[in-house]
């Protein structure tokens, strides 16, 4: 998966594939670039859950910022979504609202990562960053992060790249 290991992950990722769909029509391909105006409102995510029961964790984040050779703030946090009862995102909590890409100008390609994880027991969290705000979202870290929460299995991923166009000027004007 385009060096995710080892920059986000240690292991390979799993061999289930997440599916991951744009309300424009597109979708994510393992690697496929997108852009940023493509992928500007929050997607359908879809797995295949156990049962209703089980708890998972959404996480989508972009290691390459500001550049993939100078990746200083890695990770930016674009999406966590925690307790979602089967595949039913919608029904979990945010931990941080969905924020699309937004590759600054010159920077080339980005890679955008969506991770799920199976959860041993519900996650009880406070922090809430709310699409409007970059604060909480530089330097995440998705090894930190599993192992605070003790996170189980990862159980899908898929990655799209993106880079610059004129909508993230209007992204950007969002943040407070």
Do not use: C
Request: negative net charge.
């Amino acid at each position: 998966m385009n060096d995710i290991v080892p920059d986000v992950l240690d292991i390979e990722p799993p061999q289930g594939k997440l599916q991951v769909n744009y309300p424009v029509g597109v979708s994510v391909q393992d690697g496929n670039e997108l852009t940023p105006t493509q992928v500007k409102d929050v997607p359908e995510v879809i797995w295949e859950a156990e049962n209703e029961d089980q708890l998972y964790t959404l996480l989508m984040v972009d290691p390459d910022a500001p550049t993939r050779k100078d990746p200083k703030f890695r990770e930016i946090l674009h999406w966590a979504v925690i307790n979602i009862p089967g595949n039913k995102v919608n029904l979990g909590q945010a931990v941080a609202e969905y924020v699309g890409s937004g590759p600054p100008e010159g920077t080339g390609l980005h890679r955008y990562i969506f991770l799920v994880y199976r959860q041993s027991k519900k996650i009880e969290e406070s922090l809430h960053i709310n699409n409007r705000t970059r604060a909480g979202r530089l330097n995440f870290n998705t090894r930190q992060f599993v192992a605070k929460h003790g996170l189980g299995e990862l159980i899908g991923a898929n990655h799209y790249e993106a880079q610059f166009d004129e909508y993230v000027l209007i992204r950007n004007k969002e943040f407070s």
